[in-house]
């Protein structure tokens, strides 16, 4: 009976599985675009916020790091954004809100902290940028995540 019972739900799993819409490439372009411009508007509030708190002379000493280490700093809060954001969202961040999708694991559910974070940290491997002009990105397939249309998602 408990084998029967695995069986159905591996089946309405993979009958949700093609249930999901992808999210278009166009719609992917648009949340890398719109994440960073957000990012960078956090990341300057944020440091606004910084020198208010403590001083303007720690902008000063910001301004003067090294290239390697700013960097390593930019590429840091990025990663908390992206690891945040999709987190706490539910799978999306400002430019998946804007655009109407979401992230989503390979049964159309949202993603738990460990998947999360394998797909933040794969978005840092050089050129996963560009892993977009083949099928998927290299963060989606190495983390087992997709982006779906949540206007076109047929179940909840």
């Given at each position: 009976?408990?084998?029967?019972?695995?069986?159905?739900?591996?089946?309405?799993?993979?009958?949700?599985?093609?249930?999901?819409?992808?999210?278009?490439?166009?719609?992917?372009?648009?949340?890398?675009?719109?994440?960073?411009?957000?990012?960078?508007?956090?990341?300057?509030?944020?440091?606004?916020?910084?020198?208010?708190?403590?001083?303007?002379?720690?902008?000063?000493?910001?301004?003067n790091i090294n290239r390697f280490a700013d960097y390593l700093l930019t590429a840091l809060f990025m990663f908390?954004?992206?690891?945040?954001?999709?987190?706490?969202?539910?799978?999306?961040?400002?430019?998946?809100?804007?655009?109407?999708?979401?992230?989503?694991?390979?049964?159309?559910?949202?993603?738990?902290?460990?998947?999360?974070?394998?797909?933040?940290?794969?978005?840092?491997?050089?050129?996963?940028?560009?892993?977009?002009?083949?099928?998927?990105?290299?963060?989606?397939?190495?983390?087992?995540?997709?982006?779906?249309?949540?206007?076109?998602?047929?179940?909840?």
């Open positions: 009976m408990e084998n029967n019972d695995q069986i159905l739900d591996q089946q309405f799993q993979e009958e949700e599985k093609e249930e999901l819409v992808l999210a278009s490439r166009g719609q992917r372009f648009a949340n890398f675009i719109i994440d960073r411009i957000a990012f960078y508007i956090i990341f300057i509030a944020l440091s606004m916020l910084v020198a208010l708190i403590i001083g303007p002379e720690i902008l000063d000493s910001m301004s908390v954004y992206y690891l945040l954001s999709e987190s706490l969202m539910k799978g999306r961040t400002i430019g998946k809100l804007l655009t109407k999708t979401c992230v989503v694991d390979e049964y159309g559910r949202v993603p738990d902290f460990s998947v999360t974070l394998k797909r933040t940290a794969c978005r840092f491997v050089p050129f996963d940028a560009f892993s977009f002009l083949g099928e998927d990105g290299w963060h989606d397939n190495w983390s087992g995540t997709r982006v779906i249309e949540v206007s076109k998602k047929r179940f909840v």
